[in-house]
């Protein structure tokens, strides 16, 4: 792909973005766009100025070249197609006519129709048909328009999920549906992509998820005419109707087979009456005939009426389901949904993991689920309205879902943050880190939900501590907005439920997200409200680690002095509750913020009192972390060479951690170091070092260094190596 190939050439000659625009004639956007992957297909002249600048060889050139026109790997979301799909020819035509109008601007179609019409089986057919047209990649997105209220997709989550899949960090995703709707259009302003917006509930949900400029095309299924999307966005409507007697009957044929459906054409001429030309029923009535190949036609015809109930076609395929898999559809009416795995199945029905991938088979095989990733389920809207119409209305079986994953979750979370503050049981067993960051990756949708529904439900317990677990995922990947909604859900439950320890957590959490998100003053009220909370329960730790995080939002609020008091007390109560490790990060913090004050031997005496802790305990990032605290205590008692050493070994710690961004951080203390010595080369050689990590990370913090660099003196900041 050219932008890894484009920067891994610049780092080799050691040259930042904006020494590489310098030199090629381009501006530093161009650069940075074309390395974050948002500009497709460069001009062949602007890969000239490229090539030259970096002064490739013959076989590198051709190689760069090559890596220009090579096929991106964007984003494939677009669910399975339906096997067998049959009709809808001018429909079809009249989507492929989008493509020409998609050469110079983005094409809008939407399809309406009542539900279980094929709006999304036609949607999810062309766009496969035609996938090879957008070489940039298709997203997709359910926006359960017409489920449960609180299941309507929001736009500011759909957003997010698209630009995670464009590659956009998730720290980098701006908070509000404004913003990330903006940061949405730029990156497809010079792409080919295809978005499909599945069961779309208005207008004002389509809106924001709109390109505004690119090659591409959009389509949108719904049950509403969304007349608005015409006059906005040149929208070309198209309205499903049911299928016509012929089409229904080449759908038949292609499910049970022409010569049974010959034997008794006035049986089939029945059937398709009483279905009245809806996909959905028609797929359902054919599992049910191909299931019975010695039943005559007749006799599926006469359970059926003109009404065309669908929940008479339900019944039908529920009531051809063996015990075990009708028993575990009457209990999917209890999954809050959207997916369903095996294991959570089998905890619903409280039967082993293994059992339930053959139930969950003979589920989709009659159409009443659809496996539209490997090992996880779907329900359409209409199918689940009628699970939870029949549900087992089974406390016992909820408890069993919660249970099991607040479980997995539970063990997911200590494996990403083996040094939280936990108010779970240790687990028995953790996955890697790596396989945690899946499950979340996957889960994640339906815990939020497990949250909402559990509060709902009475659960309330359940609902806060999955809540701290989703904390656990989300926090570190920035999802500030996401997690201020689940905690405040989380609080709500705690509070309900007169449960001390989970309004302290709920509390906590919240706060962390209230802080990120500018809310200081809510997240100090949260906070102390945790402390007294903690304080009642006798939790040392709990008490320690909110005034730990206190301390930070008092010193953002400019007070000082309260936080130096908030992190010496959280140092004294993680000592005597025997929290080795959180001392000694607390110790760092308070040494932080006594340098800040220009306390300084006290401040190089707690860091110092720390790092010996974290070097007995192998704690690495709390070494890089205390190091740079000593650095830059250091370096303002003007000891340039002892803050140099601290700064290189923190350095070294995070790059041995894998903490990019707090290595590029320390790069660009050190360089201020060096600067204040007067080694210009050496300052100028770790800012670019610091300026490369952080135009990787996509982080704003390499504006500021390109501007230290640009300050420099002219005959300095083009010296080092």
């Not at 197609?81 to 989507?95: K, M, N, S, T, Y």
Request: aromatic share 6%.
């Amino acid at each position: 792909m050219l932008s890894k190939v484009l920067a891994g050439h610049r780092r080799r000659v050691n040259l930042t973005q904006e020494d590489l625009a310098g030199r090629a004639g381009l501006s530093v956007r161009s650069i940075r766009d074309l390395e974050n992957g948002r500009v497709a297909r460069p001009r062949p002249s602007t890969l000239g100025l490229l090539a030259d600048a970096l002064g490739l060889s013959p076989g590198e050139r051709q190689r760069f070249l090559g890596a220009a026109t090579a096929k991106p790997a964007g984003p494939r979301q677009l669910p399975l197609d339906v096997p067998g799909f049959c009709g809808r020819d001018a429909e079809l035509a009249a989507l492929d006519d989008l493509l020409d109008r998609a050469d110079t601007a983005v094409a809008v179609a939407t399809i309406a129709g009542l539900a279980g019409v094929g709006k999304t089986t036609l949607a999810v057919h062309w766009a496969h048909r035609v996938a090879d047209r957008f070489p940039d990649g298709q997203l997709y997105a359910d926006l359960r328009g017409f489920g449960p209220e609180p299941a309507v997709s929001d736009p500011a989550d759909v957003l997010r999920a698209f630009l995670e899949a464009l590659d956009v960090s998730p720290a980098r995703i701006p908070a509000g549906t404004d913003a990330r709707a903006a940061l949405y259009r730029d990156l497809l302003s010079d792409r080919r992509m295809l978005v499909v917006l599945d069961n779309a509930r208005d207008d004002d949900q389509v809106r924001p998820l709109l390109p505004g400029a690119g090659a591409g095309v959009v389509v949108v299924t719904s049950r509403d005419r969304l007349a608005g999307l015409f006059a906005v966005a040149g929208a070309r409507p198209l309205t499903l109707d049911v299928l016509t007697g012929s089409q229904a009957r080449v759908l038949l044929a292609a499910r049970v087979g022409a010569g049974r459906l010959a034997v008794d054409p006035r049986a089939t001429t029945r059937i398709v009456a009483a279905t009245a030309g809806l996909p959905l029923a028609l797929t359902m009535v054919a599992a049910r005939v191909a299931v019975h190949p010695a039943f005559p036609l007749a006799a599926f015809a006469d359970d059926l009426d003109v009404t065309a109930d669908l929940r008479r076609v339900f019944s039908w395929s529920y009531g051809a389901l063996a015990e075990p898999a009708a028993h575990l559809f009457r209990l999917l009416g209890l999954h809050p949904g959207p997916e369903v795995t095996a294991p959570a199945a089998a905890a619903l029905a409280g039967r082993p993991a293994g059992g339930m991938t053959p139930c969950l088979r003979e589920l989709a095989r009659l159409h009443l689920l659809v496996e539209h990733r490997p090992g996880r389920f779907l329900m359409h809207d209409l199918v689940r309205d009628y699970a939870a119409a029949i549900a087992e209305q089974d406390r016992d079986a909820r408890e069993r879902l919660y249970r099991h994953l607040l479980a997995e979750a539970g063990a997911a979370a200590a494996a990403l943050q083996p040094q939280w503050l936990t108010p779970l049981p240790q687990p028995a067993v953790t996955p890697a880190p790596e396989a945690a960051r899946r499950f979340f990756a996957a889960e994640h949708q339906v815990l939020t939900a497990t949250v909402r529904q559990a509060a709902e439900q009475g659960f309330d317990g359940y609902a806060w501590r999955l809540a701290w677990c989703l904390a656990a995922w989300l926090t570190p990947g920035g999802r500030w907005v996401d997690s201020a909604v689940v905690q405040r859900i989380a609080l709500d439950a705690a509070r309900r439920c007169g449960d001390p320890l989970g309004t302290a957590t709920a509390s906590r959490m919240l706060a962390r997200a209230e802080t990120r998100l500018g809310h200081l003053d809510d997240a100090e009220s949260h906070l102390r409200e945790a402390y007294d909370l903690y304080r009642d329960l006798g939790d040392l730790g709990g008490q320690a680690q909110t005034l730990h995080n206190l301390a930070e939002i008092l010193q953002m609020a400019g007070r000082s002095g309260e936080a130096v008091t908030a992190a010496g007390d959280a140092v004294a109560l993680h000592r005597r509750a025997g929290h080795r490790d959180r001392e000694a990060r607390s110790l760092n913090a308070l040494g932080w913020l006594l340098g800040l004050d220009a306390n300084y031997a006290e401040a190089i005496a707690c860091c110092t009192a720390a790092l010996a802790v974290q070097r007995e305990r192998g704690d690495r990032n709390g070494q890089g972390a205390t190091l740079d605290s000593l650095a830059f205590t250091y370096d303002r008692l003007g000891k340039p060479a002892r803050a140099a050493a601290a700064a290189e070994e923190a350095v070294r710690l995070f790059r041995e951690s894998g903490d990019r961004y707090h290595e590029a951080e320390t790069l660009g203390r050190l360089g201020d170091i060096r600067t204040a010595a007067g080694e210009h080369a050496a300052a100028a050689h770790a800012w670019r070092a610091a300026v490369r990590i952080f135009d990787d990370l996509d982080d704003p913090a390499a504006a500021g260094l390109r501007r230290r660099l640009g300050s420099a003196a002219p005959a300095h900041a083009g010296s080092g190596s």
